[in-house]
Protein backbone atom coordinates (compact mmCIF):
# COMPACT_ATOMS: atom_id res chain seq x y z
CA UNK A 1 0.00 0.00 0.00
CA UNK A 2 1.25 3.15 -0.92
CA UNK A 3 2.01 5.96 1.59
CA UNK A 4 -0.37 8.49 0.34
CA UNK A 5 -3.39 7.41 -2.46
CA UNK A 6 -5.19 10.15 -4.63
CA UNK A 7 -7.15 9.56 -7.28
CA UNK A 8 -5.04 10.72 -10.47
CA UNK A 9 -8.61 11.83 -12.40
CA UNK A 10 -8.67 13.57 -14.77
CA UNK A 11 -11.80 15.29 -13.54
CA UNK A 12 -13.72 17.57 -15.49
CA UNK A 13 -16.44 19.88 -14.62
CA UNK A 14 -18.54 22.42 -15.42
CA UNK A 15 -17.95 26.26 -14.37
CA UNK A 16 -19.43 26.95 -11.13
CA UNK A 17 -19.40 23.49 -10.01
CA UNK A 18 -18.17 22.58 -6.46
CA UNK A 19 -15.21 20.33 -6.68
CA UNK A 20 -14.31 17.94 -4.25
CA UNK A 21 -10.25 16.12 -4.34
CA UNK A 22 -9.12 13.67 -2.25
CA UNK A 23 -6.39 12.22 -0.40
CA UNK A 24 -6.13 8.62 2.05
CA UNK A 25 -2.61 7.92 3.55
CA UNK A 26 -1.69 5.11 5.75
CA UNK A 27 1.29 6.71 8.25
CA UNK A 28 -0.27 7.77 11.58
CA UNK A 29 2.78 10.08 11.80
CA UNK A 30 1.45 12.57 9.40
CA UNK A 31 0.99 16.01 10.88
CA UNK A 32 0.86 18.58 8.11
CA UNK A 33 -1.38 18.54 5.73
CA UNK A 34 -0.70 20.25 2.08
CA UNK A 35 -2.68 21.20 -0.71
CA UNK A 36 -0.42 22.05 -4.05
CA UNK A 37 -1.56 23.21 -7.54
CA UNK A 38 0.61 23.01 -10.14
CA UNK A 39 -0.01 24.21 -13.35
CA UNK A 40 1.54 23.03 -16.29
CA UNK A 41 5.59 23.43 -16.73
CA UNK A 42 5.24 25.26 -14.05
CA UNK A 43 6.13 24.98 -10.08
CA UNK A 44 3.74 23.77 -7.12
CA UNK A 45 2.16 26.87 -5.71
CA UNK A 46 0.79 26.12 -2.08
CA UNK A 47 -2.45 26.47 -1.50
CA UNK A 48 -3.80 25.08 1.74
CA UNK A 49 -1.79 24.21 4.72
CA UNK A 50 -3.48 22.22 7.65
CA UNK A 51 -2.10 20.74 11.24
CA UNK A 52 -3.48 18.35 12.51
CA UNK A 53 -7.54 17.55 11.95
CA UNK A 54 -10.03 20.15 11.76
CA UNK A 55 -11.34 22.45 8.45
CA UNK A 56 -10.02 25.59 7.33
CA UNK A 57 -11.43 28.05 4.78
CA UNK A 58 -9.40 30.49 2.13
CA UNK A 59 -12.10 32.22 0.02
CA UNK A 60 -13.23 29.39 -2.66
CA UNK A 61 -11.21 26.86 -0.82
CA UNK A 62 -11.35 24.64 2.18
CA UNK A 63 -9.54 21.86 3.30
CA UNK A 64 -10.44 19.43 5.67
CA UNK A 65 -8.66 16.43 7.49
CA UNK A 66 -9.76 13.68 9.37
CA UNK A 67 -6.42 11.78 10.97
CA UNK A 68 -8.98 9.07 12.37
CA UNK A 69 -9.74 8.12 9.03
CA UNK A 70 -6.63 8.90 7.51
CA UNK A 71 -8.43 11.25 4.71
CA UNK A 72 -7.95 14.69 3.79
CA UNK A 73 -9.83 16.61 1.08
CA UNK A 74 -10.32 20.03 -0.57
CA UNK A 75 -13.14 21.66 -1.90
CA UNK A 76 -13.47 24.27 -4.54
CA UNK A 77 -16.58 26.07 -4.29
CA UNK A 78 -17.74 28.50 -7.72
CA UNK A 79 -15.19 26.71 -9.70
CA UNK A 80 -13.28 28.77 -12.43
CA UNK A 81 -11.62 27.73 -15.85
CA UNK A 82 -8.48 29.50 -14.16
CA UNK A 83 -8.34 26.97 -11.67
CA UNK A 84 -7.69 24.18 -14.39
CA UNK A 85 -4.43 22.87 -13.10
CA UNK A 86 -2.89 18.94 -11.46
CA UNK A 87 -3.94 19.29 -7.09
CA UNK A 88 -1.22 17.28 -5.25
CA UNK A 89 -1.82 16.47 -1.74
CA UNK A 90 1.47 16.49 0.29
CA UNK A 91 2.26 15.21 3.68
CA UNK A 92 4.74 15.24 6.77
CA UNK A 93 5.62 14.40 10.33
CA UNK A 94 7.01 15.70 12.50
CA UNK A 95 10.27 15.65 14.52
CA UNK A 96 13.86 14.96 12.62
CA UNK A 97 13.11 14.89 8.88
CA UNK A 98 9.18 16.32 9.01
CA UNK A 99 10.45 18.69 6.37
CA UNK A 100 10.09 15.58 4.11
CA UNK A 101 7.17 15.69 1.84
CA UNK A 102 5.00 12.89 0.84
CA UNK A 103 2.91 13.70 -2.04
CA UNK A 104 0.17 12.06 -3.65
CA UNK A 105 -0.02 11.42 -7.78
CA UNK A 106 -1.93 14.30 -8.52
CA UNK A 107 -5.51 14.90 -9.76
CA UNK A 108 -5.70 16.72 -13.16
CA UNK A 109 -8.81 18.76 -12.67
CA UNK A 110 -10.32 20.33 -16.24
CA UNK A 111 -13.05 23.35 -15.43
CA UNK A 112 -15.28 23.48 -18.66
CA UNK A 113 -16.41 27.12 -19.34
CA UNK B 1 10.47 38.36 -1.17
CA UNK B 2 8.41 35.48 -1.25
CA UNK B 3 9.78 33.75 -4.49
CA UNK B 4 12.62 30.76 -5.19
CA UNK B 5 14.39 32.31 -8.27
CA UNK B 6 15.05 28.68 -10.98
CA UNK B 7 17.66 29.67 -13.65
CA UNK B 8 17.86 28.65 -16.52
CA UNK B 9 14.50 28.26 -16.96
CA UNK B 10 15.07 25.51 -20.06
CA UNK B 11 18.48 23.78 -20.59
CA UNK B 12 19.09 21.28 -23.73
CA UNK B 13 22.20 19.35 -23.27
CA UNK B 14 24.35 16.42 -24.15
CA UNK B 15 25.51 13.59 -22.82
CA UNK B 16 28.95 14.59 -22.13
CA UNK B 17 28.40 18.08 -21.41
CA UNK B 18 28.75 20.01 -17.80
CA UNK B 19 26.27 22.25 -16.70
CA UNK B 20 24.78 23.90 -13.31
CA UNK B 21 21.70 25.05 -12.78
CA UNK B 22 20.58 27.40 -9.73
CA UNK B 23 18.23 28.08 -7.02
CA UNK B 24 17.94 31.16 -5.07
CA UNK B 25 15.63 33.32 -1.99
CA UNK B 26 15.88 35.75 0.17
CA UNK B 27 12.89 34.12 2.28
CA UNK B 28 15.44 33.43 4.93
CA UNK B 29 14.76 30.06 4.67
CA UNK B 30 17.27 27.80 6.56
CA UNK B 31 16.63 24.07 4.26
CA UNK B 32 16.84 24.08 0.65
CA UNK B 33 16.13 21.11 -1.20
CA UNK B 34 15.95 19.69 -5.19
CA UNK B 35 13.34 17.77 -6.54
CA UNK B 36 13.19 16.07 -10.02
CA UNK B 37 9.65 15.47 -11.53
CA UNK B 38 8.91 13.39 -14.28
CA UNK B 39 5.80 14.41 -16.22
CA UNK B 40 2.56 13.49 -14.80
CA UNK B 41 4.18 11.92 -11.77
CA UNK B 42 4.44 14.23 -8.26
CA UNK B 43 7.75 15.73 -7.07
CA UNK B 44 11.01 13.06 -5.91
CA UNK B 45 12.97 14.37 -3.64
CA UNK B 46 16.42 14.32 -3.95
CA UNK B 47 19.08 16.29 -1.39
CA UNK B 48 17.64 18.29 1.44
CA UNK B 49 20.40 20.71 2.48
CA UNK B 50 19.61 22.15 6.27
CA UNK B 51 21.39 25.07 7.41
CA UNK B 52 23.76 24.82 4.22
CA UNK B 53 25.07 21.10 5.33
CA UNK B 54 23.61 18.07 2.93
CA UNK B 55 21.35 16.24 5.52
CA UNK B 56 19.65 13.93 3.02
CA UNK B 57 20.77 11.94 -0.28
CA UNK B 58 18.25 9.92 -1.58
CA UNK B 59 20.71 7.67 -3.34
CA UNK B 60 21.10 9.95 -6.27
CA UNK B 61 23.62 9.02 -9.04
CA UNK B 62 26.50 10.70 -8.52
CA UNK B 63 26.24 12.51 -12.00
CA UNK B 64 23.82 14.58 -9.61
CA UNK B 65 26.03 16.83 -7.98
CA UNK B 66 24.49 19.70 -5.33
CA UNK B 67 26.67 22.42 -3.86
CA UNK B 68 25.17 25.14 -1.08
CA UNK B 69 26.87 28.16 -1.08
CA UNK B 70 25.37 30.63 1.56
CA UNK B 71 21.85 30.25 2.71
CA UNK B 72 20.16 31.65 -0.34
CA UNK B 73 21.95 29.77 -2.86
CA UNK B 74 21.65 26.24 -4.20
CA UNK B 75 23.16 24.52 -7.14
CA UNK B 76 22.76 21.75 -9.18
CA UNK B 77 25.86 20.29 -11.22
CA UNK B 78 25.10 17.75 -13.64
CA UNK B 79 27.60 16.26 -15.90
CA UNK B 80 27.51 12.86 -17.91
CA UNK B 81 23.54 12.66 -17.76
CA UNK B 82 21.86 9.91 -19.38
CA UNK B 83 18.57 10.56 -21.42
CA UNK B 84 16.38 9.56 -19.37
CA UNK B 85 17.66 12.50 -16.42
CA UNK B 86 15.38 14.68 -18.68
CA UNK B 87 13.00 15.91 -16.26
CA UNK B 88 11.64 19.55 -14.96
CA UNK B 89 14.34 20.01 -11.57
CA UNK B 90 12.69 21.92 -8.61
CA UNK B 91 14.34 23.84 -6.04
CA UNK B 92 12.62 24.61 -2.57
CA UNK B 93 13.22 26.26 0.68
CA UNK B 94 11.50 25.63 3.55
CA UNK B 95 11.74 27.82 7.09
CA UNK B 96 13.52 26.30 9.85
CA UNK B 97 16.03 23.58 8.96
CA UNK B 98 13.73 20.32 10.71
CA UNK B 99 10.49 20.32 11.71
CA UNK B 100 8.41 22.70 9.68
CA UNK B 101 7.03 22.45 7.12
CA UNK B 102 4.86 25.66 6.57
CA UNK B 103 6.02 28.02 4.13
CA UNK B 104 7.54 25.59 1.77
CA UNK B 105 8.06 27.40 -1.30
CA UNK B 106 9.04 25.76 -4.84
CA UNK B 107 10.79 27.41 -7.49
CA UNK B 108 9.01 27.18 -11.22
CA UNK B 109 11.63 24.81 -12.18
CA UNK B 110 13.85 24.11 -14.84
CA UNK B 111 13.15 22.04 -17.57
CA UNK B 112 16.04 19.99 -18.64
CA UNK B 113 16.43 17.88 -21.98
CA UNK B 114 19.43 15.62 -22.59
CA UNK B 115 19.92 14.93 -25.85
Redesign the interface.
Known amino acids: QKEVEQD?GPLSVPEGAIVSLNCTYSNSAFQ?F?W?RQYS??????LM?TYSSGNKEDGRFTAQVDKSSKYISLFIRDSQPSDSATY?C?M?G????????T????TKLSVIP | DTEVTQTPKHLVMGMTNKKSLKCEQHMGHRAMYWYKQKAKKPPELMFVYSYEKLSINESVPSRFSPECPNSSLLNLHLHALQPEDSALYLCASSQDGAGSTRGYTFGSGTRLTVV
Open positions: PYMYRKGPELYLASSGAGSYQLFGKG
